[in-house]
């Protein structure tokens, strides 16, 4: 098994090892210190050896802060945490609503001083925001590392190369193409800190994460287009010498920063603050040069796209036809997890799963990113919902499937809520629009039915997706936030919810992938686009109101089963082919 189901926390873990922060805090003149959930690498998924957040709190959410003052701590997280928060928790820490409660509003109300960072662990926006914000900050060592006694060692994976077949470009042209937009630019190097940047630059992959295959490194990128990569030695040896690539041990990553001449392009979202201090050139801030190239999917990485989805379209299928042949109240979320990781692995190709699959069975399915452990396990009920959002990580690809499940027979108010949200889903899957149109112009779309009954969610509608990299890639998003325009290659989820606390979960995910659009008789000539969909497994029929779905949205799913079952026909075993034929029936 990829997946465990430990708790890597306690709440009784949090008491001691706050007073411990605390008293260092008392030691070296601060008043505050702030504990992000991000690592160096600005990461969403961390090394054990960086879930500072994780062990000072109890708190496994992928997203959040603590800000550790002398008589209060409070942990600032967003919509999706808000139930998992007050589970996880000791009472010697404080839940704080945010965005909606910024950071300097809760400080001034608590009468802060002198707050500490790490300024390995902020961006250079980050820290210009706060201190526009009138907070006092001062950059200190890490107080976290300091009380961390038995804290595990770095990653020490081995990197490994990502076939040019699959990566559709060598890393050579790559190299060149970045280079020159440099040039084009007019700078003369740019300052690499994401991994997966590095990893799609240099066509490797890496192990230092678990479910994320990357390489935890820094790299500056020249308009000679070679390449310095700052990495342990070990870890790249099994790639051979590239006369391009000269590399180096991490620690003298600041020192050749300080060396860098001429114009430096530093992107200030996820750089960290330590290294914009080092850097003594002209500094040009920008978007890091890869994250957009790396965003747009070529028609190789496409193509393994499509495979690694079909396969894992076949392992869902016979996950789901063996749920339905078990009696409501024989599995438990455990189990259905374990399952379905069985199914993934009986493809021979995975690799990994793309993240820990959230089992949420009843009221844990309100929990948005609910990891089962032992602890909190329970059986998936008659008359309740179930929901399973999961992944698998394959070499040609990268798969994210969320669907939600009727046990037995559901309560109607699900029902409606589940037709709203696939009302949603589907708008987006079948959307034309015009070039320029970013997440934030269609997200409204996913939320509409939604809203006329009065709700909502608190998560992004779509997240991007990489080519055997991170199940959550930047800079795309379909969310209200996200300003930047949405262009043909890019891979994103297609995820509305909703989410009843102490009842159940509701989300329907399918991933899709932005082309061109097929030209209409009598439409301008400007440029548009609509979505591919890659993800085809059937949506449950069950927890579907027909009578609420247009016509159009009638004909949308029908014709998504249609080809569900096309894709899979002779490929299944038994017991999921006569399941399809039930799953895939029109309504």
Same mark, same amino acid.
């Given at each position: ?12 873990? &949090? ?58 701590? $409070? ?35 608590? $009468? ?216 409501? &109240? ?93 009302? &949603? ?63 043909? &290659? ?98």
């Amino acid at each position: 098994m990829f997946q465990t189901f430990e708790s890597s926390t306690s709440p009784d873990q &949090g008491p001691p090892r706050l007073a411990a922060l605390r008293a260092k805090m008392a030691e070296i003149g601060v008043q505050g210190f702030i504990v992000p959930r991000a690592d160096a690498w600005q990461g969403e998924y961390v090394a054990p050896c960086d879930e500072r957040l994780s062990w000072l709190t109890g708190f496994t959410g992928s997203a959040g802060y603590c800000v550790v003052l002398p008589d209060i701590a $409070g942990v600032f997280v967003d919509g999706r945490y808000r139930v998992q928060v007050k589970a996880q928790v000791a009472d010697v820490f404080t839940p704080v609503d945010w965005p909606e409660t910024s950071l300097k509003s809760w400080l001034t109300d608590h $009468g802060a001083g002198r707050i500490a960072y790490d300024p390995w662990l902020h961006s250079p926006n980050q820290i210009k925001s706060l201190k526009e914000a009138g907070v006092e900050l001062v950059a200190t060592e890490n107080l976290v590392d300091a009380v961390w006694d038995d804290r595990p060692p770095r990653p020490a994976g081995e990197a490994f190369a990502h076939p040019v077949e699959l990566a559709g470009e060598s890393s050579s042209d790559k190299r060149a193409r970045i280079a020159a937009a440099l040039k084009d630019a007019g700078e003369d190097a740019a300052i690499l800190t994401l991994p997966d940047s590095i990893c799609w630059l240099l066509n490797i992959r890496g192990a230092d994460i678990p479910r994320i295959p990357i390489l935890q490194c820094f790299a500056i990128v020249s308009t000679d287009a070679r390449v310095a990569l700052f990495v342990e030695p070990e870890k790249v040896e099994t790639l051979g010498p590239d006369q391009a690539i000269d590399v180096h041990p991490p620690e003298a990553f600041l020192d050749a920063v300080g060396a860098l001449e001429g114009k430096v392009r530093l992107d200030p979202d996820s750089c960290p603050e330590a290294v914009l201090t080092a850097l003594t050139a002209e500094v040009s801030y920008g978007l890091d040069p890869c994250v957009l190239p790396k965003a747009r999917k070529n028609e190789a990485e496409l193509r393994g796209a499509r495979a690694a989805h079909a396969r894992d379209a076949l392992a869902m299928i016979e996950f789901l036809a063996w749920l339905d042949s078990e009696e409501p &109240g024989s599995v438990t979320e455990i189990a259905a997890a374990e399952v379905l990781e069985g199914f993934r692995r009986a493809t021979n190709a995975l690799r990994d799963i793309s993240f820990e699959t959230i089992s949420g069975a009843g009221e844990h399915g309100a929990v948005v990113h609910y990891r089962v452990t032992e602890e909190t396990n329970r059986t998936l009920n008659s008359g309740e919902l179930y929901l399973v959002d999961s992944g698998g990580q394959y070499i040609d690809g990268t798969t994210d499937i969320t669907r939600t499940l009727a046990l037995g027979t559901p309560p109607e108010d699900a029902r409606a809520a589940f037709t709203r949200v696939l009302q &949603g889903m589907i708008a987006l899957s079948r959307i034309r629009f015009p070039r320029g149109v970013a997440g934030a112009h269609i997200d409204a779309l996913a939320r509409a039915q939604l809203w006329m009954a009065g709700l909502d969610y608190d998560h992004g509608t779509g997240h991007g997706v990489g080519s055997y990299l991170s199940v959550h890639e930047g800079p795309a998003r379909i969310s209200r936030v996200s300003t930047l325009p949405l262009e043909p &290659g890019m891979i994103l989820s297609n995820e509305p919810g909703y989410y009843r606390e102490g009842a159940f979960g509701i989300r329907i995910e399918n991933l899709i992938v932005v082309r061109e659009a097929p030209a209409l008789p009598g439409a301008d000539d400007r440029s548009w686009l609509d979505f591919e969909t890659l993800t085809y497994v059937p949506i449950d029929r069950r927890l579907i109101v027909p009578g609420m779905l247009s016509a159009g949205e009638t004909a949308w799913i029908n014709t998504y089963h249609a080809e569900c079952a096309r894709r899979v026909a002779g490929q299944l075993s038994d017991r999921a082919a006569t399941w399809m034929a039930g799953a895939c029936a029109s309504l």
